[in-house]
């Protein structure tokens, strides 16, 4: 009964200039993945990330409802004790939410993230 339901999420930028710097980088048309392990963590945590790029601030949260919907459903079945963070690119925008679902769920299988 301690497994979480809700995925916890990182809040500091020292966590993500580190995937930034040292994570494996995975690449699909929607979505840019940076995945590190680490190994005394109890808990898989992820963050997202959207550039001004990518339009004003309704798209943009649009494209992070999107990912985190997705991420939502495969969390399940992720391994424990990785840093995930996942970056939209502009296709993010065009593709529905079961689309980069399906991206997300074949960068984690090539990452070994699920079985």
């Not at 963050?47 to 495969?74: D, P, Q, W």
């Not at 925008?93 to 689309?99: I, R, T, W, Y």
């Amino acid at each position: 009964m301690n497994e979480r339901k809700k995925p916890l999420t990182i809040k500091e930028n020292h966590l993500f200039s580190k995937l930034y710097a040292k994570g494996a980088v995975y690449k699909s048309d929607s979505v840019v993945v940076y995945i590190l392990k680490k190994n005394n963590m109890l808990q898989t945590k992820y963050g997202i990330t959207v550039s001004k790029k990518r339009g004003k601030a309704v798209i943009r949260n649009r494209m992070r409802r999107k990912i985190r919907e997705a991420f939502r459903l495969l969390y399940p079945s992720i391994g424990k004790g990785y840093l995930i963070v996942v970056v939209a690119r502009q296709q993010c925008e065009n593709n529905s939410s079961a689309e980069i679902k399906n991206e997300l769920y074949d960068i984690f299988v090539k990452a070994a993230l699920i079985q």
